[in-house]
């Protein structure tokens, strides 16, 4: 594993725990040797935890798209930053550069961010490692939902089990080294009970 894509707030969110815990991952990745990608954003948890990794003497690499490089203040001080035309070639470039995947409290966009990845190591079009930092409990609804379409019959254990979730830094790293992709994608669990 070389680097780390971080999707998160690009607000800084109401208590200081999560920047604290945006700070705590960005510290986790320049101990491990982890190169951050991201969004490329200066504002809220974004920032944080560009800044973060930067100042400790990691690398942070960031991709916007031209029409949010004003909206999200394009980060400058950054080891890369790619500047492309759209969200579709933000989120592909995104995935391409990481080795793995992990989602911050953040908004909307983070949550959007997380579900496209997940649900594509769900489908089998890659075999990362997909994580969740959850601190002071942010995403235990999002857990209990995910827990709930398991028990309805909309998802199978071995997919929900996928998504790596911890609140330390340091043991969701941990977590995401030692993953192993389900050796079948959904489909063919799907197929075998036709
Ligand atoms: P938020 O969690 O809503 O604060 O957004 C965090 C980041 O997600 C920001 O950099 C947004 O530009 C980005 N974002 C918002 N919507 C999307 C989307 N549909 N696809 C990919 N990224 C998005």
Redesign the pocket.
């Known amino acids: 594993m070389k680097a780390v894509c971080v999707?998160?707030?690009?607000?800084p969110g109401a208590n200081p725990i999560y920047t604290e815990a945006a700070q705590a991952f960005g510290r986790a990745l320049v101990a491990s040797n982890l190169a951050l990608v991201y969004?490329g954003?200066k504002v809220?948890l974004?920032g944080v935890i560009a800044d973060t990794v930067m100042a400790g003497g990691g690398r942070a690499i960031g991709v916007i798209p031209e029409l949010?490089v004003d909206k999200?203040v394009g980060h400058v001080g950054l080891t890369e930053l790619h500047v492309v035309p759209d969200?579709h070639h933000?989120?592909k470039m995104m995935a391409d550069l990481s080795d793995a995947f992990v989602a911050l409290p953040?908004?909307?966009?983070?949550l959007?961010?997380l579900f496209e990845v997940y649900t594509w190591a769900q489908l089998g079009y890659h075999r990362k490692p997909v994580g969740v930092l959850n601190i002071g409990g942010f995403y235990d609804p999002l857990m209990a939902l995910l827990d709930h379409t398991v028990r309805e019959g909309f998802m199978r254990q071995t997919y929900r089990d996928m998504l790596q979730t911890d609140g330390d830094p340091v043991a969701l790293i941990a977590r995401l080294k030692r993953y192993h992709a389900p050796a079948k994608d959904k489909w063919a669990d799907l197929r075998e009970n036709v």
Do not use: N, P
């Not at 953040?106 to 983070?110: D, K, R």
């Open positions: 999707y998160c707030g690009s607000s969004g954003g809220g974004m949010l999200e969200m933000r989120k953040g908004g909307a966009g983070t959007e961010e």
